[in-house]
């Protein structure tokens, strides 16, 4: 159990004047106790129950007793619903809090938004664990690197990156994302085909992992055999110099909007096309999070954000489709580049 994300969430109770708050949402729940969400089987098999007194109560069915022990100051446990049905389940809920469900279900939605608020900014064990899954993408960036080699398929490289961040780890965990090659590059991303690489083409990979239920999304661009023609290198430095100049600006009070601004701007100084899709998002137990960086963005840079930066351009007059995403978390002054 978290008490300081417990504490914060029965401030903004009071402050909304809530007497009692059901919870349902499994990223919510594991945010505030660190009960797992990923069990086979009991997904939506546990709510919490929050009171502004300061008490709350976890409610779980039956096997998860174990793992849920010691995660709110009071948990209980109920059998597992023999009929499917939000009914089945409310009623042996409601017998272990003594409290309508349903009428209480209402309540989620008006606290759900302070929840995703507090999540915005990221406490020190989620910037961990970020950076845990920061080194893993570099894991498995370095053994495509090596396996982008004409004849090999795009499966290939998931497969190969897959095993490599599994290995890292130590135990499995989830590994996907846009890996595209030759002209599919145009399309901008898309999934992991047995299209076969030829020599010189552009290969993207949009790496998503997630361990301990946060994301990773990040993005690189390799050339297959490592053959880089004169433009292709001019494309890959005007990104990475853009990339250094957002990594300047993008601080505590910088706007998204503004971002995106100066993304797009740089990349018409540098005789490139514009970004057709958003430069950037936050990330955490979910896969795109506040703060956004996109033209009509409302949101702030803030101490403790953990957000990518996401330059992409794309033509045949190009020789084909780029990208590099960066992730960085927000610090007093600046940032700190963890992928």
């Not at 709510?47 to 069915?61: A, K, M, P, R």
């Not at 250094?244 to 740089?266: C, F, M, N, T, W």
């Not at 409302?298 to 101490?303: K, Q, S, Y």
């Amino acid at each position: 159990m978290n008490n300081m994300r417990m504490e914060k969430v029965v401030e903004a109770m009071r402050r909304v004047g809530l007497e009692k708050v059901l919870v349902e949402d499994p990223a919510h729940i594991y945010y505030l106790t660190g009960l797992s969400f990923l069990f086979p089987g009991v997904k939506n098999h546990a709510i919490l129950l929050l009171e502004c007194s300061g008490e709350n109560t976890l409610v779980v069915s039956e096997g998860l007793s174990q793992v849920a022990d010691g995660k709110a100051n009071k948990v209980v446990s109920v059998a597992h619903p023999t009929t499917k049905g939000p009914s089945t389940r409310n009623l042996l809920f409601e017998k272990a809090v003594g409290s309508d469900i349903a009428a209480l279900q209402r309540t989620e939605a008006v606290i759900d938004p302070e929840i995703r608020q507090l999540r915005r900014v990221k406490d020190a064990d989620e910037i961990s664990i970020l950076k845990k899954l920061g080194r893993l993408a570099v894991a498995g960036y370095n053994v495509i690197d090596k396996a982008c080699n004409a004849g090999a398929n795009e499966l290939n490289l998931l497969l190969t990156a897959k095993s490599a961040c599994a290995g890292k780890l130590g135990r499995d965990l989830f590994v996907s994302g846009d890996f595209v090659s030759g002209k599919r590059t145009l399309s901008i991303g898309g999934e992991a085909t047995a299209r076969r690489l030829a020599k010189g083409e552009n290969v993207i990979v949009d790496l998503w992992l997630v361990s301990d239920h946060y994301w990773n999304d990040s993005c690189r661009t390799f050339f297959v055999d490592g053959e880089v023609s004169k433009k292709k290198a001019h494309v890959m430095a005007a990104l990475e110099r853009i990339h250094e100049s957002v990594r300047r600006l993008a601080k505590p009070g910088a706007k998204g909007a503004d971002i995106y601004a100066h993304v797009q701007d740089e990349l018409r100084k540098n005789g490139l096309p514009n970004c057709p899709h958003h430069i950037g998002h936050g990330i955490g137990l979910d896969f795109w999070e506040p703060p956004f960086i996109t033209a009509d963005s409302v949101d702030t840079i803030e101490e403790g954000m953990v957000f990518t930066i996401e330059i992409g351009v794309y033509g045949k007059e190009l020789g084909g489709g780029y990208r590099i995403e960066h992730v960085y978390a927000a610090t007093a002054n600046g940032n700190t580049r963890i992928v």
